[in-house]
């Protein structure tokens, strides 16, 4: 095993990384919507920050499609007398409008920008919200603007009262920001209805921004898979094979020692016979071959600078988001290792026999 940190690749996993922002707010996907016009806003002030949104995914087992509307973005400031600030999209007019977006078109380093070049008051935000437009709210509402495919067919995609709530951000004077809002969709998407429909929740989407993050890619050896105990199951591409990779922040101090490395789950909902010193990974993945056919991938896209812990299982099938499962991480037992991710760097991990 080995973790490299490089300005750039020159292999075919980096790819993913080279494509460009393409898109924004108001431009030619988006459409009009029937929702008021914003208070306009004031004239921006030479302090005021410039902020650019964009979206980002790690794919999720055996769907083709995540297809989600986006109408805003809502910053709560921290102080309570302060008024909330709206970020619409908007179409070639300056009206209110949507963009609907299939995430999974957009996996690893690839993102779709949403808001580009927004002027925004410098303060601390308790809350970023992005507002969704016109997902259903039930197993039986309208999947025209969000829905899933999968091999049974579309079905509908509810966000909790078309907001996802996301946590604060910190905007400084002068700043120029672009925040990538990484949907971890192994974690934030849910089957529900006995798999009629499914949710989409705000545990596992993240706020990352480019300027103080770095992105982590890498491969693992195909000898893995072929020759080690628990690793039996076969790989079958845009399914659940179970052959995935965990990523975890460090504790404060760096230590794991003393922690267990869980699969996916929701604190908040998991039932009995969780670890007490789980440590539940921040965003997990399921390799993919290469194009060569010589290697298995993957891509983590942007991850905020940091000290991480990254873990492959072969076991990792039927990784339920909610519940923990009990999946055996890592496996092989040594298939694990400590990585430091630096802003504007590639971090390159191998997983070898």
Request: aromatic share 6%.
């Amino acid at each position: 095993m080995s973790v490299k940190t490089m300005p750039c690749l020159r292999t075919a996993i980096c790819l993913a990384m080279l494509s460009v922002l393409s898109g924004c707010g108001g431009s030619s996907s988006s459409n009009s919507a029937p929702s008021p016009s914003p208070s306009p806003s004031p004239a921006p002030s030479p302090t005021d920050a410039r902020l650019s949104f964009a979206v980002s995914d790690a794919p999720v087992d055996e769907a083709s499609a995540v297809v989600v509307s986006f109408s805003s973005i809502t910053l709560v400031p921290e102080d309570e007398n302060a008024e909330s600030v709206e970020l619409a999209i908007t179409d070639d007019n300056g009206d209110p409008s949507y963009d609907t977006i299939n995430l999974l078109d957009y996996q690893g380093s690839e993102q779709k920008l949403l808001l580009q070049n927004m002027s925004v008051t410098p303060g601390v935000y308790k809350n970023l919200i992005i507002n969704t437009y016109a997902c259903p709210q039930n197993q039986n509402g309208d999947s025209t603007f969000c829905y899933v495919e999968d091999t049974s067919g579309i079905k509908p995609l509810k966000t909790p009262s078309n907001k996802l709530q996301l946590g604060g951000i910190t905007v400084s004077e002068g700043a120029q920001e672009t925040y990538v809002l990484e949907f971890n969709l192994r974690s934030s998407l849910v089957s529900t209805a006995n798999g009629q429909s499914f949710n989409l929740k705000p545990q596992g989407i993240s706020i990352v921004s480019t300027s103080s993050s770095g992105k982590v890619i890498g491969t693992v050896d195909p000898n893995i898979l072929n020759n080690s105990l628990g690793c039996e199951t076969v790989f079958a591409p845009n399914t659940d094979h179970g052959k995935s990779v965990y990523l975890y922040s460090l504790p404060a101090e760096g230590e794991v020692a003393n922690v267990t490395l869980t699969d996916e789950f929701d604190a908040n909902e998991a039932s009995a016979g969780t670890p007490e010193n789980a440590l539940a990974p921040m965003a997990s993945i399921q390799i993919s071959l290469s194009e060569s056919g010589d290697v298995y991938e993957f891509d983590f896209g942007d991850v905020a600078a940091g000290n991480y812990l990254i873990a492959f299982s072969c076991s990792a099938i039927n990784d339920d988001p909610v519940e923990y499962d009990a999946i055996q991480i890592p496996n092989p037992e040594n298939q694990q290792q400590t990585l430091s991710v630096t802003a504007g760097s590639t971090t390159v991990v191998e997983f070898v026999e």
